[in-house]
């Protein structure tokens, strides 16, 4: 394991910016991907602390930022670092008024666009699909900010073993990415931490 989580902690719900914790010298990642795309299951098994987001099978139950505090410390080493974990209401979901989808829109928007902290962009995508239209519209959205942004495809252990990696260069191609680019990932299998990991270890410095 090139990184070990020290600690991982729940921080705080925000809605409003004012309730968005105080910058941070920490690096911090937003997650962002469809309702029940498995988002708080992959916050979970990269801080390797089952029950530290909550993982649900009803769709859409999360309406708010959800911050997280962690401390890795890379193997070998000494240096421990700060990360912060944002972890973002699911798109796609469809029992929501237009109202409220409008508003919840507004606040992912703002916080997207306008967190001086946020780093990097993990956006995740179900790898027994086609990424949806949701998934591109995200993509796009995210590629306008001008964040930095990292395809993760979960919930491969879904997949018979020789439809993974077939189902990882469609996921690519479709959402115009170079081949070996997105990070394939089970939050069961407990598959890509590592390679999620390094990529946000790279990118915090
Ligand atoms: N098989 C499998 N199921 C997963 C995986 N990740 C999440 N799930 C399941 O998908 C459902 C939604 O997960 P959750 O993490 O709550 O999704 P969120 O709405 O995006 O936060 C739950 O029933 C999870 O157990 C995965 O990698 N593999
Ligand atoms: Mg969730």
New binding site residues.
Partial sequence: MPFRVLSATFLRTAVLRKDWPPPPDAPEFAFV?????????????MSRKNGL?????T????RALQFFALEIQPAGSRKVTQIRFC?LP?YGYAKVSKTEKAQWGGMIENYLREREPLRAVVL?VDGRHEPQPGDHEALAFLRSTGRQVIVAV?????LARNKRIPALRAAEKAMGLPAGEAIP?????GTGTEALWTRLAEIAG
Avoid: C, Q, W
């Avoid at 769709?59 to 999360?62: E, L, S, V």
């Avoid at 979960?154 to 879904?158: A, E, L, V, Y």
């Avoid at 990932?185 to 299998?189: K, L, Q, R, T, Y």
């Fill in positions: 991907g469809r309702s029940n795309v498995g988002k708080s299951s992959m916050l979970n098994a987001a909550r993982v649900s099978n769709p859409g139950r999360t972890d699911g995740i979960t919930k491969m252990d879904k990932f089970s939050a069961v299998e």
